[in-house]
């Protein structure tokens, strides 16, 4: 039999020696309600089928007698004082003088832990806090100092707040199987430290369903309001991307894989502010900086959400010998750190102990020079420039975000994310699923959440972003082997002629660089390209030139054996203006385009 003394002998062993008063008050009020004494059998209370409606009684008897943080611990040590009675009701303990049922015979099943980052589970998302529970102390009436400690707790998608135990084994010693009062196996006890986003206000406030409810398309907007104030981009349509990672970090266990983002460009070009600026937005995000690869590993299986590497090379540079391997591990981490599958990995860690490590999340990597080739092909690549001096002041005018808008802005986030878990599954599921494309996995969840908020200007902004990406992670030796890409890129979509101005705003794009003013590069000029497609065989003859908006466009020919070469012989023609199709949505709009004034002045934007 298991009675209320029972269970209070083991208060300290169960909870601690910080936690234990307050257990004993949650179980002293536990039996008040259900007319036991210390003596009774507790086994009709904690087998109870409407265990639930007794807590909510003994939190509601105790409304007002207590802050509604005090109120939750109450409510989660009930939780464990359930768990601490079915441990003790399987170990047989009470029964030494009673024949021993069948079903209390020990069961043996699946040691499956999981990690509660990355895990979605019944259809559930996990969160983990830090609170301080502080624990006053009364003697003869008089109030005393009291105990303070940190307390780790987890809030599931269904509004329930679980706690984390650490369970015995049948010989009384730590067993090291840590779980939540739900009964799910963790791997490691749950760590909720600086990076933390959710507060713990909000959080009351998402248990107690007390709180307005936003809408994604409203949520999504000033996402895009900060980035967009925050870093000038080339290409608008790539801050809709970028928009859409952050808000994938607070539902990316859903997925089963997720964005791997690489930021590309020249120094001094925003890379390094626009990871800050994600991270402002993003869920549980950490940005790294100039660390050991070491402590890298270390970060990136804590955080939890979105992590943003800055700088790549810097890290690579500061690590020698055996740092140099562990960079080099680091970066082969990287590669699989996008699918939930292979994003676990086992080491030793400083107490020379194996451990698993989980990197799935989330990533934006910063690096001048580029990546790896096989790291680049599973990255969606943005690329960042200097802000020319015409859009200077356009910018300074765009309005960011303050800290407490953004502070309101990640709750609402979260609230959002544990609300919605069904809509973003189903519609993963249901779109999704079965994709074995590695790019199309990469961007399922840009796509899904896009869609779920309602916002057509972003899932057009997105997929023509996603179109652009093959020839982003090209790389090219020289302006001349670029070129050659571009005019047989031409030739495939059917140009048989084509003027010079589209090979000249191509070139750029593939380069990634726009005129500079006064000082044009050699492979910028008109001439240079003329001559170089003869060079290389392309064009065959001068095809006139012709009038479009006001601009003289100088047409080529394209040489009909290389159009055979690249098998575009029989290809339907295409116009040599098609490539003009409107200001707004020009893919060239940023890299100079020498028709756009004439247009505009035309037809305005």
């Not at 008040?32 to 909510?56: C, H, I, M, P, Y």
Request: glycine share 6%; aromatic share 6%; hydrophobic share 40%.
């Amino acid at each position: 039999m298991i009675t209320g003394r029972t269970l209070r002998d083991k208060a300290i062993d169960s909870f601690g020696l910080a936690e234990a008063g307050i257990a004993l008050v949650a179980l002293d009020q536990l039996l008040k309600v259900a007319n036991l004494g210390e003596d009774d059998n507790t086994s009709d209370l904690f087998d109870a089928e409407d265990w639930d409606s007794v807590v909510e009684t003994v939190v509601s008897n105790l409304e007002g007698k207590g802050s509604q943080a005090e109120l939750a611990a109450v409510q989660a040590k009930l939780m464990v004082w359930r768990m601490v009675y079915r441990l003790e009701k399987l170990s047989g303990n009470h029964l030494a003088s009673e024949p021993e049922p069948a079903e209390l015979l020990p069961t043996r099943a699946a040691y499956a832990p999981v990690d509660l980052g990355s895990t979605f589970l019944r259809g559930c998302l996990y969160y983990s806090v830090q609170t301080l529970v502080s624990t006053p102390h009364v003697v003869d009436g008089v109030a005393q100092a009291g105990s303070e400690s940190i307390d780790v707790v987890v809030v599931r998608s269904d509004r329930t707040l679980l706690n984390v135990i650490e369970t015995k084994s049948t010989k009384g010693r730590q067993s090291h199987i840590c779980r939540l009062t739900d009964g799910t196996l963790l791997q490691k006890p749950p760590i909720a430290g600086f990076q933390s986003t959710w507060s713990w206000d909000s959080i009351q406030r998402y248990l107690a369903n007390d709180y307005t409810p936003q809408s994604l398309r409203h949520l999504a907007k000033r996402v895009y309001q900060h980035l967009h104030a925050k870093v000038w981009l080339p290409d608008p349509d790539d801050y809709w991307v970028l928009t859409f990672s952050c808000i994938t970090s607070y539902v990316q266990a859903i997925f089963d894989a997720v964005p791997l983002i690489l930021l590309n460009g020249e120094g001094g070009t925003g890379k390094s502010d626009l990871g800050k600026a994600m991270t402002d937005v993003s869920c549980n995000a950490v940005m790294i900086g100039k660390t050991s690869p070491s402590s890298m590993i270390r970060l990136m299986d804590e955080a939890k959400g979105l992590v943003v590497i800055d700088d790549l090379e810097s890290i690579g540079a500061r690590a020698s010998g055996a740092g140099r391997e562990s960079f080099s591990e680091m970066v082969q981490v990287l590669k699989v750190s996008y699918k939930k599958a292979s994003a676990n990995k086992v080491i030793t860690n400083d107490r020379k102990k194996t451990e698993i490590v989980n990197f799935f999340g989330v990533k934006i990597v910063s690096n001048t020079t580029g990546v790896d080739r096989i790291l680049g092909t599973r990255m969606i690549q943005i690329s960042t420039q200097l802000i020319p001096k015409d859009q200077l002041d356009p910018f300074l005018a765009r309005h960011e975000l303050s800290s407490d808008e953004l502070h309101t802005l990640r709750n609402e986030l979260h609230c959002w994310a544990f609300d919605h878990v069904n809509d973003v599954s189903n519609g993963y599921r249901n779109l999704f699923g079965a994709s074995a494309d590695r790019e199309q996995e990469i961007a399922a969840p840009l796509r899904v959440l896009a869609k779920l908020s309602g916002l057509a200007e972003a899932e057009q902004a997105i997929e023509r972003s996603l179109e652009k990406q093959t020839e982003r992670k090209i790389t090219f030796r020289s302006a001349t082997d670029a070129l050659a890409y571009v005019i047989e890129q031409c030739a495939r979509e059917g140009a048989r002629t084509i003027s010079v101005v589209e090979v000249m705003l191509r070139l750029r794009q593939a380069m990634g660089q726009k005129p500079i003013k006064g000082k044009p590069l050699v492979w910028m000029k008109p001439e240079w390209v003329s001559k170089k497609l003869r060079e290389l065989g392309w064009v065959s003859a001068s095809a006139g030139r012709k009038n479009l908006y006001g601009y003289q466009m100088r047409i080529l020919g394209i040489s009909d054996d290389k159009r055979l070469e690249v098998g575009a012989l029989t290809k339907e023609a295409r116009s040599n203006d098609a490539f003009c199709k409107g200001c707004l949505e020009c893919p060239f709009r940023n890299y100079g385009c020498e028709i756009m004034p004439y247009r505009v002045k035309r037809e305005g934007l």
